[in-house]
Each structure stands twice: as C-alpha cells, then as structure tokens.
Nanobody, 122 residues
C-alpha cells in the first residue's frame, strides 16, 4: 500500500518558519508531480505550490516569495519550506500527487496525505 504522510506542522509565532515534509511510503518506483495545498475551515483547498518529478516548481503568486517547494526523489519526499509566517498562513496543509507507481507496477491515482496543521500565532 502506498501512502503520503505529512509531518512538520505545529504552532509557530508570526515571523517564524516551518518546514513541512511529505513522505511517500511503500515500495515506490516513481512519483509524478507533487503539490502542497492548504485549507482553512469553510474554504476550499487552495494550491500552494507544485513540483514536477524533475524539479520544476510553480507557486501560488501570493506565497512564492516566502515558500519554497523541493523534493528528494531518493527519499520519495517533498518539502515545503515556509518563512516569515503570518496568522493568515494558519491552515491544514496537504500534499497530493496525481500518480504513484510502485516497484510491482501497481499505480495509485490522485493520492492525498492526511494533512498537517499549521498554526501561526500573532
């Protein structure tokens, strides 16, 4: 079974930083593009950033100055470095991928992690 497992969330003061991680578990052979989304209560999930399998990244315009997405394909892990956090960044952050293939050739589509809470105190 393949899963996406986020970690690194927590409580931070405004102006602080956090690094989120999203690890794909299982005998992974290939992961396509990976994305980070965030969601606040009552709102839809909003795209934060995405990164292709060969490392090309794109960002939500409102976050691209402060956030950096990266990935380590040897660890099947993607990261979201978040700097200069504000209370408006408080949300549950989710990672997502369109497609994961394991070494046996089985494929999972549209896979979400369970989410990690980020709370920024003023």
């Amino acid at each position: 079974q393949v899963q996406l497992v986020e970690s690194g969330g927590g409580l931070v003061q405004a102006g602080g930083s956090l690094r989120l991680s999203c690890a794909a578990t299982g005998d992974i052979d290939r992961i396509d593009s990976m994305r980070w989304y965030r969601q606040t209560p009552g709102a839809q999930r909003a795209l934060v950033a995405s990164i292709t399998s060969d490392g090309k990244s794109t960002y939500n315009d409102s976050m691209k100055v402060r956030f950096t997405i990266s990935r380590d394909n040897t660890k099947n892990t993607t990261y979201l470095q978040m700097n200069t956090l504000t209370p408006e960044d408080t949300a549950v952050y989710y990672c997502y991928t369109d497609r994961v293939e394991n070494v046996a050739g089985r494929i999972w589509f549209r896979l979400w992690g369970q989410g990690t809470q980020v709370t920024v105190a003023s």
